[in-house]
């Protein structure tokens, strides 16, 4: 069962992955298209501060892979449960200040694997 964990983790890092792209490389673009509430003369002057976003969503991803190539399962365990927490408490507010849908995109997902590594790693 600790292979579902992983994977849980692994997917919960490749959508911090893909917000790291959106915020950081494609923001004006594929950002527009993702973000249909953000008001379109609002991008090109946010393009900064979203590129700062993707960077702090990019460090989740990384210490959700690190957690993965951990060999002790103490320490994973404990690595993966921080990242996972992390990712729960930003879906949290984000849902509670931006919008409604990042429960489901991003904090549904995160607590998902985080219950599947305390039960199963």
């Keep these: 069962m600790k292979i579902i964990a992983s994977i849980l983790i692994a997917l919960v890092a490749i959508e911090h992955i893909y917000i790291?792209?959106?915020e950081m490389f494609a923001w004006t673009t594929k950002g527009r298209a993702t973000f249909k509430t953000f008001p379109a003369e609002l991008f090109e002057p946010t393009k900064n501060l979203a590129a700062n976003q993707g960077l702090y969503n990019g460090f989740l991803a990384a210490g959700l892979i690190?957690?993965?190539?951990?060999?002790?399962?103490?320490w994973a365990k404990n690595v993966a449960m921080f990242f996972l927490g992390?990712?729960?408490?930003a879906g949290l507010y984000g849902g509670f200040t931006a919008g409604k849908a990042i429960?489901?995109?991003?904090m549904l997902p995160a607590a998902i694997a985080l219950c599947s590594v305390l039960i199963w790693m």
């Design 103 to 106: 429960f489901v995109k991003q």
């Design 66 to 74: 690190w957690s993965l190539l951990i060999g002790d399962a103490v």
């Design 86 to 89: 992390c990712v729960v408490v």
């Design 20 to 22: 790291l792209w959106i």
